[in-house]
């Protein structure tokens, strides 16, 4: 697929400091669209973004240590 082709490419050709303010980028459009939730609807939102970030939180750090433990 296209999309994942370019998406690999962008990937490949940065810098984690690009990586970084895509971050940025991406956590600042996630506080907007958080704001716009109704208040009723805040918390099955919570509680499913928190089980989003924990699902990809820990293998990603997982992958990190290995590398800075120089295991990878």
């Given amino acids: 697929m296209k999309l994942f082709e370019a998406a690999n490419r962008y990937v490949e050709t940065s810098d ?3 990586i970084a303010v895509l971050k940025f980028c991406l956590i600042s459009l996630g506080m907007m669209v958080g704001m716009m939730i109704k208040p009723e609807h ?3 939102v919570f509680l ?3 089980g989003v970030f924990g699902i990809t939180y820990i293998p990603l750090m997982v992958k990190f240590y290995r590398i800075f433990a120089g295991k990878e």
């Fill in 16 to 18: 984690w400091k690009i």
């Fill in 42 to 44: 805040k918390r099955p």
């Fill in 48 to 50: 499913g973004a928190l």
